[in-house]
């Protein structure tokens, strides 16, 4: 697998390259957000938002537009940090520095597993009028593609792996917004409504007050 390290700091990129190395993957290390949109195409992003030449939400912003492929934020305490947890902006995960490297390892592992379906069949799933690829990470609802946020297509591919069965608030937390997350449980009732807006089938996401959501469609 190949991962994007943007990162400016040569001690740190270069344990970093070196860990990922051992561990199996294949590390490619940039130090600016020009050289970084320039090594795209990818399978995973490691972004270190305190780069030379770039605003680091900017250069997400960006990342997330030209590619697919999910992004773990890397901050620095006190600096990024709040402004991150303030505002949702459909980071795969973050790590604070200074992080063990075992916890990154950890943290790309888990990413890896919720953002990519294991067996070929699961990868493009049809429920109702509802097509989720989960090889580009798009939806269409009747043959058109919808735009959907990273949390947006996060939520219905959640739901849509058990049709039917309702799915709590906390899962989708664990699932979608990492376990270092401490908001509040009300945002993903915003998320919720502004998929089913998109979606265009107001009863296709049932909400269980108190609990979670259930997608109410048949495959
Ligand atoms: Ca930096």
């Given at each position: 697998?190949?991962?994007?390290v943007?990162e400016?700091d040569?001690a740190?990129?270069?344990?970093?390259?070196?860990?990922?190395?051992?561990?199996?993957f294949?590390?490619?290390?940039v130090?600016t957000?020009?050289?970084?949109?320039?090594?795209?195409p990818?399978?995973?992003?490691?972004?270190?938002?305190?780069?030379?030449?770039?605003?680091?939400?900017?250069?997400f912003?960006?990342?997330?537009?030209?590619?697919?492929?999910?992004?773990?934020?890397?901050?620095?305490?006190g600096?990024e940090h709040?402004?991150?947890?303030?505002?949702d902006?459909?980071?795969?995960?973050?790590?604070?520095?200074?992080?063990?490297?075992?916890?990154?390892?950890a943290r790309?592992?888990?990413?890896?597993r919720?953002?990519s379906?294991t067996?070929?069949?699961?990868?493009v799933?049809?429920?109702?009028p509802?097509?989720?690829?989960?090889?580009t990470?798009?939806?269409?609802?009747d043959?058109?593609?919808?735009?959907?946020?990273?949390?947006?297509?996060?939520?219905?591919?959640?739901?849509?792996?058990?049709?039917?069965?309702?799915?709590?608030r906390?899962?989708?937390?664990?699932?979608?917004?990492?376990?270092?997350?401490?908001?509040?449980?009300?945002?993903?009732?915003?998320?919720?409504?502004?998929?089913r807006r998109?979606?265009?089938?107001?009863?296709?996401?049932?909400?269980?007050?108190?609990?979670?959501?259930?997608?109410?469609?048949t495959?």
């Amino acid at each position: 697998m190949r991962v994007l390290v943007i990162e400016d700091d040569e001690a740190i990129a270069s344990a970093i390259v070196t860990g990922l190395t051992r561990e199996g993957f294949t590390p490619v290390r940039v130090a600016t957000g020009a050289e970084a949109l320039r090594s795209l195409p990818t399978d995973f992003i490691l972004l270190d938002l305190g780069l030379p030449d770039r605003d680091g939400i900017e250069l997400f912003e960006d990342l997330r537009a030209a590619s697919s492929a999910p992004i773990i934020m890397v901050t620095a305490r006190g600096a990024e940090h709040d402004r991150i947890a303030g505002l949702d902006l459909g980071a795969d995960d973050y790590v604070v520095k200074p992080f063990g490297f075992r916890e990154l390892v950890a943290r790309i592992n888990a990413v890896t597993r919720r953002t990519s379906g294991t067996d070929a069949e699961s990868k493009v799933q049809q429920v109702g009028p509802i097509t989720i690829d989960r090889r580009t990470r798009t939806i269409t609802v009747d043959g058109a593609e919808i735009a959907c946020t990273p949390k947006e297509y996060g939520i219905l591919d959640l739901l849509a792996r058990d049709p039917g069965a309702v799915v709590t608030r906390q899962e989708l937390l664990d699932e979608l917004w990492g376990p270092n997350w401490f908001g509040s449980t009300k945002m993903i009732d915003v998320h919720v409504a502004s998929l089913r807006r998109k979606l265009g089938l107001a009863e296709a996401i049932e909400t269980h007050r108190g609990i979670g959501f259930r997608l109410a469609l048949t495959p």
